[in-house]
């Protein structure tokens, strides 16, 4: 008796498995290409990220008094920077804070603003304080300086929110982040730090 060779066996491909593989293979594609879209868009459009930084600085008061209280007047500018040429942009939840040593003088905030394609906008603080008693190791810093050198050590920090629309890539939000130290002379004259946001 003759046995039928395997080789003469005919198996039909479950329809099931045909479809599964034409879905496999769609999904392949649209991803292929929305790669490409993306890489495309962002060739074309050549997105930069959005920034704040301290533009300038200048201490115009500083008074410090026998008993270890100081009292402060600043002047701040900070700019928010938009170099992309084809996407306006937009900040808000908007907060730092001015400090002296480790001691928190103000915090400077700024309702949601927009900056436009290509450009600058600019936030003026004045930051005038109250008496501020030191503690003993902030009087000794503070008379080291003052007899020293006479520069003041500050620092601002802070957050802000920046969402902009970048082409066909859609929109993109993220947090920026700064952290200046800013060292001022008491003869007011103005210190230009550029201390700028990294982003996260």
Known sequence: ??????????????????????????????????????????????????RLYVHSARLDNFIYSQAGV???????IVKAENHNMKAHVSFYDTRLILGYHGLSIAELVADPFEVKKNSTMELSYVVESSPIPLEKEEQYLTEQSLA?????????????????????????????????????????????????????
């Open 1 to 50: 008796m003759l046995k039928r060779s395997a080789l003469d066996r005919q198996h039909k491909t479950n329809s099931l498995i045909w479809l599964l593989a034409f879905i496999c293979a769609f999904i392949a594609t649209l991803i292929i290409v929305a790669g490409i879209i993306v890489f495309v868009g962002y060739l074309a459009i050549r997105p930069k990220v959005p």
């Open 70 to 76: 100081l009292a402060v007047r600043l002047t701040l």
């Open 148 to 200: 020293r050198n006479k520069m003041m050590p500050f620092f601002v920090k802070g957050t802000s929110r920046v969402r902009w629309r970048v082409g066909p890539l859609g929109s993109v939000k993220f947090w920026v982040h700064i952290k200046c130290y800013l060292y001022l002379p008491i003869n007011a004259s103005v210190v230009y730090p550029h201390c700028s946001t990294k982003s996260h």
